[in-house]
């Protein structure tokens, strides 16, 4: 992890880095409680699709997880989001049919992929995995970090749910915006819901236009941990209630414990 820039905004420290891995450069950023080096829990954050390491909502996340509770969040940009995006027209064409979709309403199917796009998003999920492993190897070898949540709903369900059913590292994690049909790689993904075992918040919207009711129900109940719970909030894909960000800080605080 090379550290490539670094700025403090009311207590809290944000540094810009780069990370390696397998020949790429993975953009992330880490946040950090401005004060002495103390071991302290990281929540590591995955944006949706066609957002970034820094989208609003990830970048008001991570300031509470420092402020709040006192922990470290990291994020990094999924393969081909943010500065990774190498063909600016195509992501704008991505953002613009996501748009479109979600203002159809729910009930038409969620979105729609062709075999090129389904392909790519297979690809990407993969590739996402193991970005997020080389970034646990780093910190393991900072030393900074006794335990590690996972937060990411939708694209970063996508990705984050085989990623923490395969990493043992993990110790909690808030997944949700997903289910299981009509998705490429839908058996994979299932197998690895089923193989979870760290406690889960699970979060759906009732009117979600890309996730219908019976496909994200069946996912929660295909994850396998003995420990999971469901939070259910009226509204659209995007509509997340804010009042929930305090659910998270407490089922993270409940399951990797205090800073320090």
């Given at each position: 992890?090379?550290?490539?820039?670094?700025?403090?905004?009311?207590?809290?420290?944000?540094?810009?880095?780069?990370?390696?891995?397998?020949?790429?450069?993975?953009?992330?950023?880490?946040?950090?409680?401005?004060?002495?080096?103390?071991?302290?829990?990281?929540?590591?954050?995955?944006?949706?699709?066609?957002?970034?390491?820094?989208?609003?909502?990830?970048?008001?996340?991570?300031?509470?997880?420092?402020?709040?509770?006192?922990?470290?969040?990291?994020?990094?940009?999924?393969?081909?989001?943010?500065?990774?995006?190498?063909?600016?027209?195509?992501?704008?064409?991505?953002?613009?049919?996501?748009?479109?979709?979600?203002?159809?309403?729910?009930?038409?199917?969620?979105?729609?992929?062709?075999?090129?796009?389904?392909?790519?998003?297979?690809?990407?999920?993969?590739?996402?995995?193991?970005?997020?492993?080389?970034?646990?190897?780093?910190?393991?070898?900072?030393?900074?970090s006794p335990r590690y949540g996972?937060?990411?709903?939708?694209?970063?369900?996508?990705?984050?749910?085989?990623?923490?059913?395969?990493?043992?590292?993990?110790?909690?994690?808030?997944?949700?915006?997903?289910?299981?049909?009509?998705?490429?790689?839908?058996?994979r993904f299932e197998q690895a819901?089923?193989?979870?075992?760290?406690?889960?918040?699970?979060?759906?919207?009732?009117?979600?236009?890309?996730?219908g009711q019976t496909s994200g129900?069946?996912?929660?109940?295909?994850?396998?941990?003995?420990?999971?719970?469901?939070?259910?909030?009226?509204?659209?894909?995007?509509?997340?209630?804010?009042?929930?960000?305090?659910?998270?800080?407490?089922?993270?605080?409940?399951?990797?414990?205090?800073?320090?």
């Open positions: 992890m090379e550290i490539l820039s670094e700025k403090i905004e009311k207590g809290v420290v944000e540094q810009r880095f780069d990370l390696l891995v397998g020949g790429d450069t993975v953009p992330g950023i880490r946040w950090l409680p401005e004060g002495p080096k103390v071991p302290r829990p990281t929540i590591l954050l995955g944006h949706g699709g066609t957002n970034h390491k820094r989208v609003e909502y990830l970048l008001a996340l991570a300031r509470r997880f420092v402020r709040h509770l006192g922990y470290t969040a990291v994020a990094l940009d999924a393969p081909g989001h943010g500065e990774r995006v190498t063909d600016p027209e195509k992501a704008q064409r991505r953002r613009r049919a996501l748009e479109a979709r979600i203002a159809e309403g729910p009930g038409s199917g969620g979105l729609a992929l062709g075999p090129e796009e389904a392909k790519e998003w297979v690809e990407r999920t993969t590739k996402g995995v193991a970005e997020w492993q080389a970034l646990l190897d780093n910190l393991d070898e900072q030393g900074d996972y937060w990411g709903v939708s694209m970063g369900t996508a990705i984050g749910l085989p990623f923490v059913a395969s990493e043992p590292r993990i110790s909690a994690a808030v997944l949700g915006l997903a289910g299981l049909r009509n998705r490429p790689g839908a058996e819901a089923r193989q979870l075992r760290v406690p889960v918040l699970f979060v759906l919207q009732w009117n979600d236009e890309l996730v129900l069946a996912l929660f109940d295909a994850i396998g941990s003995k420990e999971k719970t469901l939070h259910i909030n009226p509204g659209g894909h995007v509509q997340i209630p804010l009042f929930e960000r305090e659910a998270y800080e407490t089922f993270f605080l409940r399951h990797l414990g205090p800073a320090g």
